[in-house]
T-cell receptor, first 113, second 114 residues
Framework: QKEVEQDPGPLSVPEGAIVSLNCTYS??????FMWYRQYSRKGPELLMY????GNKEDGRFTAQVDKSSKYISLFIRDSQPSDSATYLC?????????????FGQGTILTVHP | EAQVTQNPRYLITVTGKKLTVTCSQN?????MSWYRQDPGLGLRQIYY???????DKGDVPEGYKVSRKEKRNFPLILESPSPNQTSLYFC?????????????FGPGTRLTVT
């Protein structure tokens, strides 16, 4: 079983829809939870990160972490065609392993006009 | 411009022929890391470096070597490449290890081993 599981999709939604992307994990030591966005033929770029449980909002994006369920989500409101990309969740445990990151498989999202 | 650069961007080689993929960053970052990306497997960490002369294994270090002799450079060495190392490789950097959640990625190197 992979430490981090992410539905690869693909996910196709109309412009303006609310998108929900999710990851589950098995390692209870994970403390840092990140979402990266990767456009085609580019390197990933950090969208948001959350420490421990709770919600974080940045414009149209909201990240949620539920450590009791080992489940994280990224919500995109009013989705735009420019949001079409692969979304990768990533996690690390901090402590002596800040630098060791584990990524999900990535979810391919297409927002059509 | 602040960036992470990788060279070469594309490489086709044969089994067993040693190769090096270079990675350089101009942001004075302490932390650097290498990943490979394969369909269905996502990004997997190969090695990372917390600072000069300090490196540690990621999840898939077998068949790879790294060194960090200078802060700005973190080359990835494949001593004897095999076809299962055909992949898309990314280098990334972060201001320091405790901010490793904030990584800046290079453009990627597509490697094919025949």
């Amino acid at each position: 079983q992979k430490e981090v599981e992410q539905d690869p999709g693909p996910l196709s939604v109309p412009e303006g829809a609310i998108v929900s992307l999710n990851c589950t994990y098995s390692n209870s030591a994970f403390q840092y939870f990140m979402w990266y966005r990767q456009y085609s033929r580019k390197g990933p770029e950090l969208l948001m990160y959350t420490y421990s449980s709770g919600n974080k909002e940045d414009g149209r994006f909201t990240a949620q972490v539920d450590k009791s369920s080992k489940y994280i989500s990224l919500f995109i409101r009013d989705s735009q065609p420019s949001d079409s990309a692969t979304y990768l969740c990533a996690m690390s445990s901090g402590g002596t392993s800040y630098g060791k990151l584990t990524f999900g498989q990535g979810t391919i999202l297409t927002v059509h006009p | 411009e602040a960036q992470v650069t990788q060279n070469p961007r594309y490489l086709i080689t044969v089994t067993g022929k040693k190769l090096t993929v270079t990675c350089s960053q101009n942001m004075n970052h302490e932390y650097m890391s290498w990943y490979r990306q394969d369909p269905g497997l996502g990004l997997r960490q190969i090695y990372y470096s917390m600072n000069v002369e300090v490196t540690d294994k990621g999840d898939v270090p077998e068949g790879y070597k790294v060194s960090r002799k200078e802060k700005r450079n973190f080359p990835l060495i494949l001593e004897s490449p095999s076809p299962n190392q055909t992949s898309l490789y990314f280098c990334a950097s972060s201001p320091r290890e405790r901010r490793a959640y904030e990584q800046y990625f290079g453009p990627g190197t597509r490697l094919t081993v025949t």
